[in-house]
């Protein structure tokens, strides 16, 4: 069945009382194209391992886009579960390096600065897309849950994007504490700190779910 032909509406219902890793079988199931995304943010590991111990993963690419930016902690903790799960990685970078960007540029713009839209471009945007373009997903999961922006909450756990993609989230009805609950469970490594330059707050959208081309 070809995505578009999908009844998001029924199968939202359908998956709304579904465990994240029934969901994540589900969107296997429809054997197309599929990729994950990651962060490797301070919860990235769940999604992580949901995925690494699914049978049916058939080696899906996790696609991330690392903007040179991020903290020596996070990076510690992503080549530690890159590692230890064994993820089929995909990393794409900006084409211009951090450091060339802070000696040329004088680094990250302010958000209230008219460089900072093209500043996310170049940084996320522009290599998420070039991930597109490579690996061409017509399923894309992601770790997004409803609560944490006024965007997501108006998603669902099946989407599909501008540009044709089916998101699937199976993690969306999960509260913090119980992602938080998940980490410990199963002793998954989490980073202390994080940052992520093209966000302005913390419920604030990077660009990626927003982006339709």
Excluded at 4 to 14: P, Y
Aim: proline share 6%; net charge negative.
């Amino acid at each position: 069945m070809h995505i578009g032909q999908l009844d998001l509406e029924q199968i939202n219902a359908e998956l709304a009382e579904q465990s994240p890793e029934a969901i994540i079988r589900w969107a296997l199931s429809l054997n197309k194209n599929t990729i994950m995304t990651t962060s490797f943010g301070v919860n990235s590991a769940v999604s992580l391992h949901l995925l690494s111990n699914t049978p049916e993963s058939h080696d899906v690419p996790v696609v991330w886009v690392d903007s040179g930016y991020n903290m020596r902690d996070a990076y510690l903790v992503a080549d530690t579960l890159m590692k230890s799960l064994e993820l089929n990685m995909r990393i794409y970078n900006p084409l211009m390096s951090a450091e060339r960007r802070n000696a040329i540029l004088g680094g990250i713009p302010s958000p209230d600065e008219p460089e900072f839209d093209e500043f996310v471009h170049q940084v996320k945007l522009e290599p998420f897309s070039r991930a597109l373009d490579e690996i061409k997903p017509e399923i894309w999961i992601s770790g997004i849950r409803k609560e944490e922006t006024e965007h997501r909450k108006n998603l669902g756990i099946v989407s599909i994007d501008g540009r044709g993609i089916l998101k699937v989230a199976p993690l969306f009805n999960l509260t913090e504490e119980q992602v938080v609950a998940y980490m410990q469970k199963h002793q998954l490594p989490t980073c202390k700190h994080y940052f992520d330059p093209t966000k302005v707050r913390d419920d604030a959208e990077c660009g990626l779910h927003t982006a339709i081309a």
